[in-house]
């Protein structure tokens, strides 16, 4: 019952969008209705500026880190596991916005960073490179979730964090499957560049 109500829990903290927060509390609008209608830090970068684009990736990464790090202090690696995807899946489909939420890269990292900051932070800086020679968010993305996914199976055939690994696959295929269509623009050269 415990890991029950820690999963509910988490997805409710994963319910809490940085960008929609910011976007009505300053701005009297509702992110959503703006850019790609996504509320997450690309899009918050892009309808909103630098500044509260930084904001909504702060306050998206803070509660994975932090809901994944109680989960595992709690229950170990398996209330790490369950509290990290848990926030991840309140993020992407939050019920109190009507399953409308982001695309869980900021939150995602969050949560990879309580179980494996080295790791993570590699993989960080990877992504950092690739939009940085690209100017595609979504490439750099996608190409660390495919990194991600390498990484957990690395962590599952050493056999010694099997649910660590578990988490870095699904978060990995969650985020491919949250950018199917800047996939198909990748393809079609019809995807967006940050300035």
Do not use: Q
Not at 80 to 109: C, E, Q, R
């Amino acid at each position: 019952m415990g890991i029950f109500f820690l999963a509910i829990i988490s997805y409710f903290i994963g319910n809490i969008s940085g960008g929609l927060i910011l976007s009505k509390v300053l701005f009297k609008k509702d992110i959503r209705e703006f850019g790609s209608g996504n509320t997450g830090t690309t899009n918050a970068l892009r309808v909103f500026g630098k500044k509260i684009g930084i904001l909504t990736f702060i306050i998206d990464f803070l509660k994975g880190i932090i809901v994944a790090y109680i989960g595992g202090k709690i229950y170990g690696d398996i209330g790490m596991f369950t509290a990290g995807l848990a926030v991840v899946l309140g993020h992407d489909w939050p019920i109190v916005y009507g399953f409308k939420g982001g695309k869980g890269i900021a939150t995602s990292f969050g949560v990879l960073m309580a179980i494996s900051p080295l790791h993570i932070l590699a993989v960080f800086g990877v992504f950092l490179i690739i939009v940085a020679v690209s100017r595609y968010v979504s490439l750099g993305s996608v190409s660390v979730a495919v990194l991600c996914i390498l990484v957990g199976i690395y962590f599952i055939v050493k056999k010694d964090f099997f649910y660590g690994g578990l988490l870095y696959i699904i978060l990995a295929v969650i985020t491919i499957f949250k950018h199917r269509g800047n996939i198909y623009r990748l393809l079609t050269g019809n995807e967006s560049r940050i300035k």
